[in-house]
Structure formats: structure tokens, C-alpha cells
């Protein structure tokens, strides 16, 4: 990746990342009230839905999975690595704590997808591994190209910034933050991080009631 490129990267996740500020205040501001638990607990819902992009991407099992057809369930979608050394196996340690104390009904209502932002590394077969150490019924899903993962990533305004791979054990800097996708195939909004597990346990049963 030249300089020039890296740039432009580096431009659109900033531009992405005070989108997603905007949203926050802006929606932090207009759902208290009614959401007041679910925004202490980090879930920030959207005033409107966001449709995604039809943007296919491939599952630890090798399956095409089209970012826009994750429905039938909420989706709690993470931006992270396999080699991250920190962010991502404590949000993916959190994500199996919560998931494992939800009641049972719920707990079918809800999945969580991990999107790799180093599909240089992050082969279906790495992230079916990696996984498997937390939950196998985590999803994985890995782009074909940066330039479609930046498409995914901009849509949902949860920036990262690709790494340069010609180094030896790089890493790759991204957001905390998970999206979160209802069970039409919508972006609903966000939960911040850091992840209030106990929070989260006691507000995502509330969350699954609406549609």
C-alpha cells in the first residue's frame, strides 16, 4: 500500500469516525426517555434504520454471506483480527460471557459476527479456529478485498485503518464499538465500547422484544 493510499485511508476512517460521533450525540439526545437503559447499558439505537450494502463475504466455513442478509437474528458485529493482542479476545471473551447468561429464548435471537480487518491473515479456516476457542457458534466473516471491507466499514461508521502488511507482526488499529443489526438486515445502531457485561445481560432481553 503506498503513502498516498494509507492517506486516504487514514481520511475516510476519520471522516466515518465523526460520523459516528454525530450519530451518537445526536441520537443520545433524542432517545432519552423511552431508551434511557438501553443507552446506560452503551446501546445507542438509530432514529432510522440503515439499509448495508450488498457486499458478499466470505464465512469461517468457506461460505459466501452477504453483509445485508444477516437477518433472522440480532446481529452483534465486531470489526477485529485473529492476531489482535488485546481488543479482540477481551470484547470476544465479554461477548461469550454475556451470550452465555442470557436467558435461552434470547440467547436464540442472537448472534455475534466478527468482520476481519486483516483478511491478509484472516484465512476461513483461521477464523473458524480462532473462534472456536470462544464460542463456535461465533460467525466470522472475512472480505475479499480492503477496498469492500472500507465499503462495509464506511456504511456502518466503525472505522479502522488498514495496516501495512509488508511489515513483520503488524497490527491493525480499529474501533472498539460493535454495530448492531436487527433481525431485518438493518443497521439499528451502535454499542459502545467498553462493554458493560452485566449491563448488556439485563438490557438485550429488552432489546429482542422489538422488531
Known amino acids: 500500500m503506498t503513502k498516498t493510499q494509507k492517506t486516504v485511508y487514514i481520511l475516510v476512517a476519520l471522516v466515518a469516525l465523526v460520523m459516528g460521533l454525530t450519530f451518537n450525540k445526536m441520537m443520545s439526545s433524542k432517545q432519552q426517555g423511552d431508551n434511557t437503559s438501553l443507552i446506560d447499558a452503551g446501546i445507542i439505537l438509530l432514529p432510522q434504520s440503515r439499509h448495508l450494502p450488498a457486499i458478499e463475504l466470505t464465512n469461517q466455513d468457506g461460505q459466501p454471506v452477504a453483509i445485508n442478509e444477516l437477518k433472522d437474528k440480532w446481529s452483534l458485529l465486531f470489526f477485529g483480527y485473529t492476531f489482535c493482542p488485546d481488543i479482540c ?111 448488556m445481560v439485563d438490557q438485550l432481553p429488552e432489546l429482542v422484544k422489538r422488531k
Do not use: C, M, W
Request: zero cysteines; aromatic letters at 6%; charged letters at 20%.
Open 89 to 199: 479476545p477481551t470484547t470476544l471473551a465479554q461477548l461469550r460471557q454475556i451470550k452465555s447468561e442470557l436467558p435461552e429464548a434470547v440467547r436464540d435471537k442472537v448472534q455475534i459476527v466478527l468482520v476481519s480487518v486483516d483478511p491478509n491473515r484472516d484465512t476461513p479456516k483461521q477464523l473458524k479456529q480462532y473462534l472456536g476457542y470462544f464460542d463456535p457458534q461465533f460467525v466470522g466473516l472475512t472480505p475479499r478485498s480492503i477496498e469492500e471491507l472500507q465499503t462495509v466499514a464506511n456504511a456502518l461508521s466503525i472505522p479502522f485503518i488498514p495496516a501495512d502488511t509488508s511489515k513483520p507482526g503488524y497490527t491493525v488499529d480499529h474501533s472498539g464499538n460493535l454495530a448492531l443489526i436487527g433481525p431485518d438486515g438493518t443497521q439499528r445502531g451502535f454499542i459502545r465500547a467498553p462493554l458493560n457485561t452485566q449491563k
